[in-house]
């Protein structure tokens, strides 16, 4: 026995509670009851009244000494230790209050106690009592400073659920205790009304789960990497001196010449790893895997709905009783029914403050989660060793895709400086800009508006050149063949680090069903006992989910057609005050009308986009929630389905309209098309629509990147944190600074945020992919802002999971899912977006036709003339002519509009011209030809790149090859000494027998066993 455990000697077996005993809340009044439930709990107060009042452990420990006096289970028990400084002992929460045992996990839960009893020292003892099939661990309270235990007390009134929550606490922790964990309850608190319990796996559990969980250990073997030779090794060692600077100050992140052979952890075949430290052999990560496996692995079925009378309680506790034939409730389940408040791992201690001791938290808020270490490599082992394999391989995405944004930023930049050194070059915009030419415009709008200029237009054309130049057709077709490098590229890093986490062979495991899962199969299964049916094998149906499928439908449908009535109402807007701004009598205010109408309506949209995002997202998880998907990976994807095709509809609504809609269905002068017969449709600019596209896709990209991405990510945590705060300090003012300066690592954690996935992070990138590919042919900057954004979203999400967020629960990935398939969805479709924005959005295919077929002297004067066409002011319907047709100082008789349509002087006037059918061939043409030739190029480098980089298979080949070897070496060290032993026996068989000495006659039949004598060899 340790020093400082209580000793148990001569204590008799404990008595079976009655079921009042069993009902009392620990620390809450005397224990309820008869007399023998009252002087049991008397003993135990006289037993431990000698304790010190210093004393405020919880101590649980394996002892098999005194199992046999019935007093503990063989499997673990609960006893308090002695410490004179408790918390620097066990290093404020990190350790029992031992100091040797690690916090592995952390249950919290909520109970009621007295206000005044806060100080109260708090220790509980769980008991081996018999109820039922199972035993039933109870906690009896022990003195500790304050006032004795007033057994005689009266007892205060119970809340019959709360008294259920904490029976099948109890039941369940005892259900742990069997399963092997050791535990240790906390609930004298700096939170009042808190309770945490402290889960440690001890070595033979942690053996025992990593062989189930068949996970991946480093042997004691090692062997060499196939390193690089020649010009490759000598690149690669100037660009290791290059990168230098920029590489993060952690261990092992540089390329490593040597690895240990990994294989599934086996208990037989212990001799093969490296057990000299056992303490570090399963590092915090793993610990809290195996031990999450355990608690949904385990259940509670039976705690008692306790003590009450009345109507209703009969019925309550019938009600419960049909439910234990049937349920089990594991982990999830009771968080899902607040049992407990919350469970997760401890983060390894604090990151920032004076005299911290050195820990993998510090070590990533140093080199990683810092805005001052943006230009570093990101050290992605340590993430992995930290957070897991799933979270890293975001940020492993996430940090390929910024690296390959930096050549997209590039030639992105080349194009905007080509449009910006030709723009004096070219024609079209001269000629629009050249007042000489004189070309008077039909009006914009009806009654109010009326004739301008064509020169008044000239700045946006010659800003949409910037734009909408020859360059930016080669920049889709790069941004095409990017995206297709992109994903082939990150396929390759991704094998990397499968080999490097030895996850080579990972194959997922069929998750354990959700709580709301076993709540719909309870319920289905108590209707099919009532009604006296089969209940094996309950499983829900397609017919179960159909309303759920119905309303998703509907409500899918709803939501996409309430952004479109959105969009339609910014068009509304936009026609509405084109219109009234044309009213006014300042020039300058009528001359900028475009620019203004079209600035505004782009700050409605993207407030309306960011508003509804928010919406959309609580409305995907509702949507999911009532389909009750079976486990967390089909709850996961579901909601990643729903919530990206709202989103997506969401952002990219308005921007469609700006690219194919608007001005295509305008009519023309005299018979225009109206909204509601009243509202004219809009029409794009003379140097069209993609000036509009682009302010449009630039405004909601780097507003939704600002607002919803940083200012979110960044106010909404520290707000809810000041909340928190402040709650805290309202509910123990008197307490609030000691709490502060004395919390526990568990109670540290408790108040940060839970970690609520990782689709929230994945969703914002995806959507600027979406960006950054669909219409960048339109903005070629997008690639320059995205990769700016990201650079600070990756230390932003960093710092969001070191200081913000509960450690998360690990879990083992060896991809990135169904993110994958999305963003080659969005590849697939940038191709085809794009060529319709070349083709119909801008003026590249019109220029081509004219300049091949129409120019007289192979030059690109007069284009603009071409593209317009003439209309007699005479022929506008009565009420829609200008009403003061002299504004321009001069009776207009014909004014031009864009479009391809019989001049009014042909005898089909105004009908479509034969330019128009030649334009929409040569511009449907370019579509197929640009769609299958750039599909062509990125299947080819798709082809092309192989998806395993060859070293990489080349070392899993060799590790193979190394094991079978291994295993091949065993065998035989185990033959020679199965031959060896066989070897001697024969010998003993041949020599003569000494028969005034019997003994020394061999036996075989009491020799030991081969297998016995050997222990394993080193290799």
Same mark, same amino acid.
């Given at each position: 026995?340790?020093? /400082? =455990?209580?000793s148990l000697?001569?204590?008799?077996?404990?008595?079976?509670p009655?079921?009042?005993?069993a009902?009392?809340?620990?620390?809450?009044?005397a224990?309820?009851?008869?007399?023998?439930?009252?002087?049991?709990?008397?003993?135990?107060?006289?037993?431990?009244?000698?304790?010190p009042?210093?004393?405020?452990?919880?101590?649980?420990?394996?002892?098999?000494?005194?199992e046999?006096?019935?007093?503990l289970?063989?499997?673990g028990?609960?006893l308090?230790?002695?410490?004179?400084?408790?918390?620097a002992?066990?290093?404020?929460?990190l350790?029992?209050?031992? /100091?040797?045992?690690?916090?592995?996990?952390?249950?919290?839960?909520?109970h009621?106690?007295?206000?005044?009893s806060?100080?109260?020292?708090?220790?509980?003892?769980?008991?081996?009592?018999p109820?039922?099939?199972?035993?039933?661990?109870q906690?009896?309270?022990l003195?500790?400073?304050?006032?004795?235990?007033?057994?005689?007390?009266?007892?205060?009134?119970?809340d019959?659920?709360e008294?259920?929550?904490?029976?099948?606490?109890?039941?369940?922790?005892?259900?742990?205790l069997?399963?092997?964990?050791?535990?240790?309850?906390?609930?004298?608190?700096?939170?009042?009304?808190?309770?945490?319990?402290?889960?440690?796996?001890?070595?033979?559990v942690?053996?025992?789960?990593?062989?189930f969980?068949?996970?991946?250990?480093?042997?004691?073997?090692?062997?060499?990497?196939?390193?690089?030779?020649g010009?490759?090794?000598?690149?690669?060692?100037?660009?290791?001196?290059?990168t230098?600077?920029?590489?993060?100050?952690?261990?092992?992140?540089?390329?490593?010449?040597?690895?240990?052979?990994?294989?599934p952890?086996?208990?037989?075949?212990?001799h093969?790893?490296?057990?000299?430290?056992?303490?570090?052999?399963f590092?915090?990560?793993?610990?809290s895997?195996?031990?999450?496996?355990?608690?949904k692995?385990?259940?509670?079925t039976?705690?008692?709905?306790?003590m009450?009378?009345?109507?209703?309680?009969?019925?309550d506790?019938a009600?419960l009783?049909?439910?234990?034939?049937?349920?089990?409730?594991?982990?999830?389940?009771?968080?899902?029914?607040?049992?407990?408040?919350?469970?997760?791992?401890?983060h390894?201690?604090?990151?920032?403050g004076?005299?911290?001791?050195?820990?993998?938290?510090?070590?990533l808020?140093?080199?990683w989660?810092?805005y001052?270490?943006f230009?570093?490599?990101?050290?992605?082992?340590?993430?992995?060793?930290?957070?897991?394999?799933?979270?890293s391989?975001y940020?492993?995405?996430?940090?390929?895709?910024?690296?390959?944004?930096i050549?997209?930023?590039?030639?992105?930049?080349?194009?905007?400086?080509?449009?910006?050194?030709?723009m004096?070059?070219?024609?079209?915009?001269?000629?629009?800009?050249?007042?000489?030419?004189?070309?008077?415009?039909?009006?914009?709008c =009806?009654k109010?508006c009326?004739?301008?200029?064509?020169?008044?237009?000239?700045?946006?054309?010659?800003a949409?050149?910037?734009?909408?130049?020859?360059?930016?057709?080669?920049?889709?077709?790069?941004?095409?063949?990017?995206?297709?490098t992109?994903?082939?590229?990150?396929?390759?890093?991704?094998?990397?680090?499968n080999?490097?986490?030895?996850?080579?062979?990972?194959?997922?495991?069929?998750?354990?069903?959700?709580?709301?899962?076993?709540?719909?199969?309870l319920e289905k299964?108590l209707?099919?006992?009532?009604k006296?049916?089969?209940t094996?094998?309950?499983k829900?149906?397609?017919?179960?989910?159909?309303?759920?499928?119905?309303?998703?439908?509907?409500s899918?449908?709803?939501?996409?057609?309430?952004?479109?009535?959105?969009?339609?109402g910014?068009?509304?807007?936009?026609?509405?005050?084109?219109?009234?701004?044309?009213?006014?009598?300042?020039?300058s205010v009528?001359?900028?009308i475009r620019?203004?109408v079209?600035?505004?309506?782009?700050?409605?949209?993207?407030?309306?986009i960011?508003?509804?995002?928010?919406?959309?997202?609580?409305?995907?998880?509702?949507?999911?929630?009532?389909?009750?998907?079976?486990?967390?990976?089909?709850?996961?994807?579901?909601?990643?389905?729903?919530?990206?095709?709202?989103?997506?509809?969401?952002?990219?609504?308005p921007?469609?309209?700006?690219?194919f809609?608007?001005?295509?269905?305008?009519?023309?002068?005299?018979?225009?098309?109206?909204?509601?017969?009243?509202?004219?449709?809009?029409?794009?600019?003379p140097?069209?629509c993609l000036?509009?596209?682009?302010i449009?896709?630039?405004?909601?990209?780097?507003?939704?990147?600002?607002?919803?991405?940083?200012?979110?990510?960044?106010?909404?945590?520290k707000?809810?944190?000041?909340?928190?705060?402040?709650?805290?300090?309202?509910?123990?003012p008197?307490?609030?600074?000691?709490?502060?300066?004395?919390?526990?690592?568990?109670?540290?954690?408790?108040n940060?945020?839970?970690?609520?996935?990782?689709?929230?992070?994945y969703?914002?990138?995806?959507?600027?992919?979406?960006f950054?590919?669909?219409?960048?042919?339109?903005?070629?900057?997008?690639?320059?802002?995205?990769?700016?954004?990201?650079?600070?979203?990756?230390?932003?999400d960093?710092?969001?999971?070191?200081?913000?967020l509960?450690?998360?629960?690990?879990?083992?990935?060896?991809?990135?899912?169904?993110w994958?398939?999305?963003?080659?969805?969005?590849?697939?479709?940038?191709?085809?977006i794009?060529?319709?924005?070349?083709?119909?959005?801008?003026?590249f295919i019109p220029?081509?036709?004219?300049?091949?077929?129409?120019?007289?002297?192979?030059t690109?004067?007069?284009?603009?003339?071409?593209?317009?066409?003439?209309?007699?002011v005479?022929d506008?319907?009565?009420?829609?002519?200008?009403?003061?047709?002299?504004?321009?100082?001069y009776?207009?008789?014909?004014?031009r509009?864009?479009?391809y349509?019989e001049?009014p002087?042909?005898?089909n006037?105004?009908d479509?011209?034969?330019?128009f059918?030649?334009?929409?061939?040569?511009?449907?043409?370019?579509?197929?030809?640009?769609?299958?030739?750039?599909?062509?190029?990125?299947?080819?480098v798709?082809?092309?790149?192989?998806?395993?980089?060859?070293?990489?298979?080349q070392?899993?080949?060799?590790?193979?090859?190394?094991?079978v070897?291994?295993?091949?070496?065993?065998?035989? =060290?185990?033959?020679?000494?199965?031959?060896?032993?066989?070897?001697?026996?024969?010998?003993?068989?041949?020599?003569?027998?000494?028969?005034?000495?019997?003994?020394?006659?061999?036996d075989?039949?009491?020799?030991?066993?081969?297998?016995?004598?050997?222990?394993?060899?080193?290799l």
């Open positions: 026995m340790q020093e /400082g =455990d209580i000697e001569g204590l008799p077996p404990r008595e079976a009655t079921a009042e005993a009902g009392a809340v620990d620390g809450e009044g224990p309820p009851g008869g007399p023998q439930a009252q002087a049991a709990t008397m003993r135990v107060n006289e037993k431990y009244s000698t304790l009042a210093e004393d405020r452990s919880v101590h649980i420990i394996n002892i098999c000494a005194i046999d006096i019935g007093y289970p063989s499997e028990t609960l308090n230790s002695l410490s004179v400084d408790p918390d002992k066990c290093r404020y929460g350790y029992f209050r031992d /100091g040797r045992r690690k916090v592995d996990y952390i249950l919290v839960y909520h009621k106690r007295p206000s005044g806060r100080t109260l020292a708090r220790r509980v003892q769980h008991s081996d009592t109820f039922g099939a199972r035993s039933l661990k906690d009896h309270p003195p500790g400073k304050g006032a004795p235990l007033d057994v005689g007390a009266a007892e205060p009134p119970m019959y659920h008294d259920d929550k904490r029976l099948r606490r109890e039941e369940y922790e005892g259900n742990l069997e399963a092997g964990l050791e535990l240790e309850r906390d609930e004298d608190t700096k939170i009042h009304g808190v309770g945490f319990v402290k889960i440690h796996a001890p070595w033979n942690l053996c025992r789960e990593a062989e969980l068949k996970l991946k250990m480093p042997t004691k073997k090692m062997y060499h990497i196939n390193e690089t030779r010009l490759l090794k000598k690149i690669n060692s100037v660009l290791q001196k290059i230098d600077p920029i590489q993060p100050k952690v261990a092992d992140h540089r390329p490593q010449t040597m690895k240990r052979l990994s294989y952890f086996s208990r037989e075949k212990q093969l790893f490296d057990l000299s430290d056992k303490d570090s052999f590092d915090s990560k793993t610990r895997t195996i031990v999450y496996e355990i608690l692995r385990t259940t509670c039976k705690a008692k709905y306790s009450g009378q009345g109507e209703g309680r009969k019925k506790s009600l009783s049909k439910r234990r034939k049937c349920g089990k409730y594991g982990i999830t389940s009771l968080l899902a029914n607040g049992v407990y408040a919350a469970a997760y791992p401890l390894d201690g604090d990151y920032e004076e005299n911290v001791e050195f820990n993998d938290r510090k070590l808020y140093e080199e989660a810092r001052g270490v230009y570093k490599y990101q050290p992605i082992d340590l993430v992995r060793k930290y957070f897991g394999e799933k979270i391989l940020f492993a995405w996430l940090g390929v895709y910024t690296q390959m944004l050549p997209a930023s590039v030639v992105g930049i080349i194009v905007f400086l080509y449009g910006c050194a030709t004096d070059e070219n024609i079209p915009s001269m000629e629009m800009c050249d007042q000489r030419y004189n070309i008077t415009m039909c009006p914009l =009806d109010t009326s004739y301008w200029k064509m020169s008044s237009a000239c700045a946006t054309a010659r949409s050149h910037l734009f909408d130049n020859p360059a930016t057709v080669f920049f889709s077709v790069f941004m095409a063949l990017w995206a297709a992109f994903m082939e590229h990150w396929k390759r890093k991704q094998m990397r680090l080999y490097r986490w030895d996850l080579t062979g990972f194959e997922e495991e069929e998750d354990h069903p959700r709580a709301e899962y076993e709540a719909r199969v299964s209707k099919k006992e009532s006296n049916k089969e094996d094998k309950v829900l149906t397609w017919r179960d989910r159909f309303p759920a499928y119905l309303t998703n439908m509907v899918i449908i709803f939501m996409i057609a309430v952004t479109f009535a959105i969009v339609l910014v068009i509304i807007y936009r026609i509405s005050m084109a219109a009234a701004l044309a009213m006014n009598s300042s020039p009528r001359s900028n620019v203004t079209t600035a505004t309506a782009v700050i409605i949209n993207l407030v309306v960011i508003l509804l995002d928010e919406v959309y997202g609580c409305i995907a998880r509702w949507l999911t929630k009532i389909e009750v998907p079976k486990t967390e990976k089909s709850f996961e994807e579901r909601l990643i389905f729903k919530a990206f095709l709202l989103k997506f509809v969401n952002s990219y609504t921007i469609f309209y700006v690219a809609f608007k001005g295509r269905f305008v009519g023309r002068p005299g018979d225009y098309v109206y909204i509601f017969h009243y509202f004219r449709m809009e029409e794009c600019a140097g069209g000036m509009e596209l682009c449009q896709l630039s405004i909601i990209m780097l507003g939704k990147q600002l607002i919803q991405n940083n200012l979110f990510e960044i106010g909404i945590p707000m809810k944190k000041f909340i928190r705060y402040l709650r805290l300090k309202r509910q123990s008197a307490h609030h600074e000691e709490s502060v300066k004395r919390r526990q690592r568990y109670e540290v954690d408790y940060l945020e839970p970690f609520a996935g990782l689709t929230p992070e969703m914002e990138m995806i959507i600027q992919f979406g950054v590919t669909l219409f960048v042919a339109s903005f070629p900057l997008a690639p320059l802002f995205a990769l700016l954004n990201n650079i600070i979203e990756i230390r932003l960093a710092k969001k999971f070191v200081t913000e509960r450690r998360p629960v690990v879990v083992r990935a060896k991809d990135i899912g169904i994958y398939n999305i963003l080659r969805g969005i590849g697939k479709l940038a191709v085809i794009n060529a319709f924005v070349i083709s119909f959005t801008s003026d220029r081509l036709v004219y300049l091949y077929m129409y120019s007289k002297d192979g690109m004067h007069g284009f603009v003339n071409h593209t317009l066409s003439s209309f007699n005479s506008f319907q009565n009420g829609t002519a200008p009403n003061d047709p002299l504004d321009l100082g009776e207009v008789q014909i004014c509009y864009k479009d349509r001049p002087w042909s005898e006037k105004y479509i011209s034969k330019d059918w030649a334009v929409l061939a040569a511009r449907l043409a370019f579509v197929i030809v640009f769609q299958n030739l750039v599909m062509f190029m990125s299947d080819f798709d082809w092309v790149i192989p998806d395993i980089p060859k070293d990489i298979s070392q899993i080949h060799k590790e193979k090859v190394l094991m070897e291994l295993f091949m070496r065993e065998e035989q =060290d185990k033959q020679q000494l199965l031959d060896t032993w066989m070897e001697k026996e024969r010998q003993k068989d041949e020599a003569p027998c000494n028969h005034h000495n019997p003994k020394a006659c061999p075989s039949l009491g020799s030991p066993a081969p297998s016995q004598a050997y222990h394993g060899g080193v």
